[in-house]
């Protein structure tokens, strides 16, 4: 069972106090009613699935039940960071240790 | 004395304290302390198995949980049956009843060990070659006699009688291992001021000093300052020590699972204790102190009972005071081995001869064999054994070729060296690294918040053991972010024993290959000569090696096996070991049963069961129920004599003529709440929620993004900024959750909050022409005239004197109402409008009659008529899409091009031909009932039932653009018949709705 | 039209008395409860409206019980216990934006008390409830088993446990079962 540090409680949780929400940072678009087919597709349909860097929309759903944004890495499981949602993106390295960090963070 | 084979003065166990139990039928004493596998050897019993495989006799190789061989069922009653027990773990309590398995007739005399005579035929990879033709016969015929002939123990037929806990434990620092190394680490760790977790998996700590005797630390033996060390640990408020407790699982950030055996070795257990506990710690720091473990020498026949690793034997003398043989040979490669032939010779026991490989084994270790009058050969090899079901004599030669001799033996006690058991390391992650000083594979960078010390870390030497662990243990307090109190100061340690000199891979000299058994893998009965020919086969790749042979894949994972099976299959590639590759080492470390894995979560508590407030009223008016998800929901209320149909056709009856009360409680409900409620309604809904009334109330429709419906249900607008939502039964949490995550996440900007109150709310329909003259005299400041209160509103007031949001609403289509009430009211006031419906004619009725009501009147259910791939349009619900909206959850995705265009299945009514027959939900229709099989199906039966109101049958399905073709025939075909219908309006009653009005 | 009699109540775990050597296991008080919920920002006049000092920080509570507790569930939410009192009903002279619903019978509690407690609840909850990181005063949304449940330390050996009306049958089973272990 994975720890997750929920952005808004600002402790780490057990994971099933949460649930994953799928990938983060898909904006619906605010004409909708007005995008094409293909906006549509590349809006609902399509997923980048990465191996490494995800960025995802998970939920503290058993805890303070906000919605938040995390970046993990596929190949570890390992979370990098989370942070509220509606924040912009957080951008990650690999370090030479192929541990992935917060971009302008110290090791 | 239990046993003729106890040695007075040997051993730590108490002589006073006897116990009986029985083996194969036969009764047998052994002591208090003993594990099952020392007390059959103290009765001279080494035969305790047949192999796997080749049904080959076995016995005890070691003298813990690597065990490969010695699998029994153990038990106290049929019930209390556990099988593949490892008789080297199991203690020995009064009572006990041990079975050896895989053997029949009877252990001695083994049909299935005709398989070793024809085991030439049974070389890795012979399943996957010889069963493959014909591929029907796998299933039927050689799967079921493989597994007949070869698996272990047998599971018990009764349900277990024991419970199990489970606990979450945190802590700061968690030990695996309570050998020198982890109650050094512990100690240290405790006294710096952390909370400690300490786990062992025997019933004492000790570790090595279950065997290793001639040992010191701090001035006290080795075995007797661990035992003062756990007790001072013991003692500490900061401390848990687990005894009886394996580390099975390392798994992420830390999470380490424990199972503690709690009564396993009770004769008595008090039924109040779990049988077993599951600890789940969360560690901050966790140390590694698992020790390593020995290898046995891989040589011709080096299976038969009597034939052990040396520390087994050496832990049989020195803690449970029993000798293996009566005349034990040596075979080893490494010096631990002639400590063994030391404390065996000193005992009394004959050792007629050490076989060192080694060509120059330490010179101080052959005088002190010379000076015990052991005779020793070194550079000689072991190179066959005899015996049927023990081992009776050993031939030794030098490898190389030329004379050799037998030596009478009834044990043989041996070993290739020690392999750090680097399990738990594997399992955090960690990647091992070869050591090429010492030969092994070592821990390499930690990747989880841990460190290895010890043995299991390759270190050789106790006293680095002990200060290298007690630093390990304070730094690890110091990283949990503890004050360090104070730094504990490692005791002196020395030891008398080497654990130098090690092989790998099979020992050579032992002939052809084509005849030799030379196991590796004992569990499996994998030899040396199957994993050459694996490689021969083309298989380069450990992992390859591993499968084909199935080499390390028995519940032992391999333990004793792994590193032989890896050097073999390396020398055969010409390889270095290290490129080869180690396999990986998966959770559980040893078995764990089901029973500690579900812990609580048994009977009852297997699943929340829930119960609506008017529950007991329905369970005492006979109501049967059905599940719907968790929901205990009252299905129909049979009266004396009736059956379920028959009870069903007078309930709809009877709510059509005179009225009927209805459990709708289970409904979800969500409070919407804010200035901009029916803004985010607007946004959820296909509907416009804009000019709803306060006091009025609208059926709405959810769709997802991609357009298709995802729930539904009615909503009431209590002001202007509050509405009460209601959802289907099943869709209660997920829709709150779809809600809250558009709130969130898309249109955080809104004014408004959510709160479930599906439970806040007990909600009893009473539905016919009579219901309101059944709730008219119990409401209090409601008009509920049709003028003041028409169909589709909602008023608060008081009913039986506590507060109601009254609905006027319909789900028969007949005039209604739902009665919310807070919840725990619910079953007064359930009695109170029974009290007046009774006498009325009318009737309590259930799911059942509500479905087919709701059929006859032809209103879907999200789930049922529906099934994620229907649009409002396919539902025939286009009126309420509000046409003007600007934005709606779903708006684009059910315009997208396969939605609109035609060819839809669209919900119509059916009624078969023939008004009696009643057709099968999920039947397929079809147009041409002659066409050629398979046939082109152009829709399903989604509702069907009997209508009593209706005299016949009535369903409704969806069909490719059904609306359009009404009035045609179509087919259903079926098994035993093709059915005819007819495509009709999905309304069968009351198709004006007056009623409703009513 | 005739005054019918005032229905009476039946609360769901009426009657039940559950616990082991090591701890009790009671079905708490009915009382009015809250779902609160307004931008922080609007806290201090909902505060004043209550009389007591709604939470900001994660994972804690103020007010006591039998009187008025307020836990902290989210950045915007919070859980209102009255056992003698009305929060509803001082909530509707605040004049801030909130929304104030009513989940009285919604929740329903049980006491686990004894120096058993906090074992008993680690046998379902994977949070960590020692002293250090769940102080008395503590309140949590999370799971128990496999339902979920606001846990609140309301002494050194005693805890709240609130959960929906329909678990509080497998809650109370659960705490049971679990309360036989609770002095491992």
New interface residues.
Partial sequence: ???IHCP????E??E??F?N?GEAHI??PKN??A?S?EE?EAF?FIRTNPKGVAYE?W?H???????FNAVRDTV???FVTTYK??EPRVDVVRGEDGVLMVKGATQ | MSGANRIKGHGRLTPARAVRFTFDGKPLSAMQGDSLASALIANGIHLTGRSFKYHRPRGMLSAGSEEPNALMDVGRDAARRTPNVRATVQEVFDGMQARSQNRWPSLAFDVGGLNNLASPFFAAGFYYKTFMWPKAAWKKVYEPIIRAAAGLGVAPSEPDPDHYANHYAHCDVLVIGGGAAGLSAALAAAHAGASVILCDEQPETGGAFHHETDTTIGGLSGWDWAQAATAELGAMDNVRVLTRTTAFGY???N?VGLVERVTEHLANPDPALPRERLW?V?AKQVVIATGAIERHMVFANNDRPGIMLASAARTYLNHHGVAVGAKVGVYTACDSAWAAAFDLKRAGVSVPAIVDIRADPDPALVARARELGIEVLTGHAVLDTSGGLRVKSMKVGRPGGGSSRVIAIDALIMSAGWTPSVHMFSQS?GKVVWDEASQRFLPGRN?QDCVSVGACNGVDDLADAVTGAAKAGHEAAKAAGVKVRKAWAAPAAETQTSWDGSMMGSAAGAGADTTVKAFVDFQNDVTAKDIRLAVREGMHSIEHVKRFTTNGMATDQGKTSNIHGLAIAAEMLDKPLPQVGLTTFRSPYTPVTFGAIVNHSRGSLFDPTRRTAMHGWEEAHGAVFEDVGQWKRAWYYPRAGEDMHQAVNRECLTVRESAGMFDASTLGKIEVVGPDAAEFLNLMYTNSWDKLEPGRCKYGIMLR??GFIYDDGVVGRMTEDRFHVTTTTGGAPRVM?HM??YL???F?HLKVWLTSTTEQWAVIAVQGPRAREIIAPLVEGIDLSNEAMPHMSVREGRICGVPTRLFRMSFTGEAGYEVNVPADYGQAVWEALWARAEPLGACAYGTETMHVLRAEKGYIIVGQDTDGTVTPDDAGLNWAVAKKK??FVG???MK??DLIGGGRKQLVGLMSRDPNIVLEEGAQIVADPNQAVPMTMIGHVTSSYWSENCGRSIAMGVVIDGRAIKGRTLYVPMPERTIEVEVTDAVFIDKEGVRLNG | MAKSAQAYRTEPLAGRVSGSAGVQVTPASPAIRVSLRADPENAKALSKALGLDLPFK??TSSGNLPGRLAAW???D?WLIIDEAGDPLADLRKAKVLHSAVDVSHRNTAILVSGEGARATLESGC??NLSDAVFPVGAA????MGKI?VVIIRTGETEFRVECWRSFSDYAFAFLSDAARDCLA
């Fill in positions: 069972m994975l720890l808004y409680c600002q402790e949780r057990p099933l106090e649930r929400t904006e619906r909708i009613a995008i087919d549509f609902f929309r939920r759903v058993h805890g303070c039940a906000r919605f570890s499981d390992k949602a509606g | 798994q992420a950030q999470h789940q969360r992650r990747v993004e991609d959750h809250e995550d969130q996440t898309e955080p600007p934005d708006i684009r995705g997208r091009p | 994660p994972k569930l989210g950045p939410e994977p949070q949590s949304r999370t799971v979920e």
